[in-house]
């Protein structure tokens, strides 16, 4: 894995979602902190988290959750420190797809896909699709939990924003869509077989 690039006041964060028993996955999201440290952004995401995380992850299963994260600032020096955040769990019940997700489109006010970012958010529930797609209301609710999300980490003076590691910058976060067509997670099958 090439080197991480340096981006000056950015950090990444990597949201760890276990599951008794099951495969863990992971989301990495930037945050833009020009003050405080990755401390003050792990409490910040707590707070913003216990706030919309019902909505967030309306379509990940139950037996997923976030209870941990994984913060290093892209100064090019930074350690990779690990903050407990509290148990934020997925809503949708029934048996899980392992390899769906529901998808958000981050996007900025610049053009190209440097500048547009994707969250891909399961394994999705069962009752939380209809025919292939999320089941009616959960797009909405997932939308309206990130926009609250993106809402108050702005408020807090960490904005979340899209990074692009080969022009090595990033630009905050302007609008979020939840697609309501699933996504598919491919995971390296070294990693589903025993």
Not at 36 to 43: K, R, V
Not at 45 to 73: F, Q
Not at 120 to 141: F, M, Q
Request: hydrophobic share 40%.
């Amino acid at each position: 894995m090439p080197p991480l690039p340096v981006i000056t006041n950015v950090y990444r964060v990597t949201l760890n979602f276990r599951a008794a028993g099951g495969l863990p996955c992971h989301n990495v999201l930037h945050f833009f902190g020009a003050t405080g440290g990755a401390s003050d952004l792990a409490t910040e995401l707590e707070t913003a988290l216990d706030a919309s995380y019902t909505d967030m992850l309306a379509a990940v299963s139950t037996v997923y959750g976030v209870s941990d994260v994984d913060i290093i600032k892209l100064n090019g020096d930074a350690p990779t420190t690990n903050h407990l955040i509290g148990n934020h769990g997925g809503q949708a019940s029934g048996d899980f797809v392992p390899n769906t997700a529901s998808i958000v489109t981050l996007r900025t006010d610049s053009r190209g896909r440097s500048h547009r970012g994707r969250v891909y958010l399961g394994p999705v529930g069962e009752a939380a699709i209809d025919d292939g797609v999320l089941a009616a209301g959960v797009a909405t609710s997932i939308q309206d939990g990130w926009e609250a999300f993106i809402g108050q980490m702005t408020a807090a003076e960490f904005p979340l924003h899209v990074a692009s590691y080969t022009l090595e910058e990033s630009n905050s976060v302007q609008s979020v869509t939840a697609q309501p067509v699933l996504g598919t997670q491919r995971r390296r099958q070294s990693r589903l077989r025993t």
